[in-house]
Nanobody, 122 residues
């Protein structure tokens, strides 16, 4: 099994910054893509940013220029640096990873963290 644990959420004023972390542990041979999603009350879960194992990155338009996704493959950890935060960034943020657990199998399984709350006050 694989566990993803997010940290770094909290309450911040508009214009402020937060850095989220997501540490993966357990039966891990290789992690392929890693992603940050968010879900605000009453809304569907939204893909915020994604990064592949080779470092290709993509962002939802609403966070481009403000958020930066990064990963440390040696530590199996995903990060999201969030700057110039806005009240509309308020949501529970989840990390997500595609993991290959076995050496002899190419099967990837997708795992989710439990989420961390980010609240931006105006």
């Amino acid at each position: 099994q694989v566990q993803l644990v997010e940290s770094g959420g909290g309450l911040v004023q508009a214009g402020g910054s937060l850095r989220l972390s997501c540490a993966a542990s357990g039966l891990i041979f290789r992690i392929s893509a890693m992603r940050w999603y968010r879900q605000a009350p009453g809304n569907q879960r939204e893909l915020v940013a994604a990064i592949t194992s080779s470092g290709s990155i993509d962002y939802v338009d609403s966070v481009k220029g403000r958020f930066t996704i990064a990963r440390d493959n040696a530590k199996n950890t995903l990060y999201l640096q969030m700057n110039s935060l806005k009240p509309e960034d308020t949501a529970v943020y989840y990390c997500n990873a595609d993991v290959q657990s076995g050496v002899t199998t190419m099967t990837l399984s997708t795992y989710w963290g439990q989420g961390t709350q980010v609240t931006v006050s105006s």
